[in-house]
């Protein structure tokens, strides 16, 4: 009689929640983002590769959204495929690494069977603990336009800042820069500048309210506290996925 041969599979699993990273806005920023949430992790004591939770990032090349007119439609559209693309990989939550993005939160929670972070939130509700009253923001043309920090930091009654026109010109050319791959001296010079002068204006603190920012400058230069936007979202994004299975809200 033939003898039968049976394959047994064997699944490794372990009591972290699996992770969604909707990224790609930059592609850089993303795998900062990604190192960023395995040091976190190494921090807590993890070892050994199935210590590790699993994380589905959904690389997504949407149409340019900081510096040409957008498409909002396209947009809404691929966001909305890259949220259930990360739902049906197995995702318990989602994070999304481009603040933005966040704009079209609402939308997509809609559209969404699992919880998405909302790191505009996040990061208002850090900046009301520690109490500043007047925060400047560095961010996108739409960041900015749209108020999306603007709107939820006054729900906290706390009052912001933003650059000048010349100065969200230079911040522009400055993330394009770094979305290429060029992270200038001279870059990071002309950023410290407006961060100075946001601080003359009375600024307590200054957000970096675009993930490309944080991989050109740090808490380590000038004397301004910088809110890191991208760190905050590593520190979430932990949080969720540590929480007890299925229990992330």
Known sequence: ???????????????????????????????????????????????????????????????DIVKKRI????????????????????SSFIAISCNSVYYYLKKLQKSSSIPIIDLIGET????SKKQYKLVGILGTNLTIKRKLFEKCLDRYGIK????????QKIITKVIMNILSGKKLESDKMKLLSIIKSLKGRGGEC??????????ILSNEDGNLVLIDTLDILAKTIVKNSAEERLGVN
């Open 206 to 215: 200054v957000i970096l309210g675009c993930t490309e920012l944080p991989l």
């Open 124 to 127: 208002c509700a850090l900046i």
């Open 160 to 167: 912001t800042l933003i650059p000048t026109a010349i100065e």
């Open 1 to 63: 009689m033939r003898k039968l041969h049976l394959k047994v599979l064997v699944v490794f699993t372990n009591s972290y929640n699996p992770i969604g990273i909707l990224g790609g806005m930059g592609p850089e920023a993303t795998a900062e983002l990604y190192l960023r949430i395995i040091r976190i992790f190494q921090s807590m004591g993890v070892k050994y590769d199935s210590d590790y939770p699993k994380i589905f990032i959904y690389n997504l090349p949407l149409p």
């Open 71 to 90: 498409d909002e439609n396209a947009i809404i559209y691929s966001l909305i495929n890259g949220v259930k693309t990360l739902e049906n990989a197995g």
